[in-house]
């Protein structure tokens, strides 16, 4: 069994710094999860390109809880892995 100093979830900008400044010290050991798997689609890397991704499998798909004040319509956040964080 392995043990850290600290574990952080999410990789994306905040994680990536938080963990570096974490590891400027050697003797402590981080361990950085993030879900998803690598980012191979073409798409993630060329910005004009992101749309297409949006409902593929990249897509988390989420959706706001409904809106009142828009006849309870649920309100589409587009996230996908690698781009968007």
Sequence with gaps: MTNYDYIIIGAG????VV???LTEDSKTTVLLLEAGNP???PEIQIPAECLKLLGSEVDWGYFSEPEPYLNNRKIYCPRTAGTWG
């Design 13 to 16: 900008s905040a994680g990536c």
């Design 39 to 41: 980012d191979t689609k």
């Design 19 to 21: 963990a570096n400044r």
